[in-house]
């Protein structure tokens, strides 16, 4: 099976402070890992993704996420938080050689930066 | 088009009518896919489309549920008798196609279609 796992449901930062939305994975062979952020009443938009390589990968609006394989995770992280960051953060896993057709997706973490 | 489209933004309903949603890809986008999200549950997988074939159906929740793709392009879905646990937003996403990047499962979302059944 493949599941991932975003264990709080709200994170809250102040404005110019870093930021982290913590996401966790199961699968049964190597991840391809996925960060996707939801503005209100929009559809998902895609931020950055891990497929192999470097652990730590760069994506839009100055976001990055680091693959650590050992704790099955893929935190998303910024160093310096944007009101304009307050959005739906998801992250998504995929197991390509799970026979899987699509990505498993989290419950979504709501990140609210306050100015 | 630009994007993936999806029609209509917003439908209300009444419990037991039928209702049809619509997803148009992005061209050239041989994959597509439906997902349902609701208030607290994420995203839900429902159906998966290669060109016009469904290959993965595992998602849809009920009989009352059903997908269609044709010319490779439009898709739509179709909910029968609706019921009020039907209420979410339904999202229509696409990608490119086998050996073309779709190993990566980057995805291409719509705005959605929130559908409320009273």
């Known amino acids: 099976a493949q599941s991932v796992a975003q264990p709080e449901d709200q994170v809250n930062v102040a404005e110019g402070n870093p930021l982290t939305v913590k996401c966790t994975y199961s699968?049964?062979?190597?991840?391809?890992l996925f960060w996707y952020v939801q503005y209100p009443n929009r559809g998902l938009q895609f931020l950055l993704k891990y497929i192999t390589g470097d652990n730590l990968v760069k994506g839009s609006y100055g976001f990055e996420a680091e693959f650590n394989k050992s704790q099955t995770s893929f935190h998303l992280k910024k160093p310096s938080a944007l009101v304009s960051d307050s959005a739906l953060y998801f992250c998504a896993v995929r197991d390509p050689l799970g026979g899987y057709s699509t990505l498993t997706f989290g419950k979504g973490t709501m990140l609210l930066v306050s100015p | 088009g630009a994007g993936v489209s999806q029609s209509p933004s917003n439908k209300v309903t009444e419990k037991g009518k039928d209702v049809e949603l619509r997803c148009d890809p992005i061209s050239g986008h041989t994959a597509l896919y439906w997902y349902r999200q609701s208030l607290g549950q994420g995203l839900e997988f429902l159906i998966y489309?290669?060109?016009?074939?469904?290959?993965?159906k595992s998602g849809l929740p009920s009989d009352r549920f059903s997908a269609e793709r044709t010319g490779g392009s439009v898709s739509t879905l179709t909910i029968q008798r609706t019921q009020q646990e039907d209420s979410a937003v339904y999202l229509c996403?696409?990608?490119?196609?086998?050996?073309?990047?779709?190993?990566?499962?980057?995805?291409?979302f719509g705005e959605g279609s929130r559908l409320t059944v009273l």
């Open positions: 489309f290669q060109g016009n074939s469904a290959p993965d």
């Open positions: 996403a696409s990608s490119l196609g086998l050996g073309r990047g779709w190993n990566t499962g980057e995805l291409f």
């Open positions: 699968v049964s062979g190597n991840p391809y």
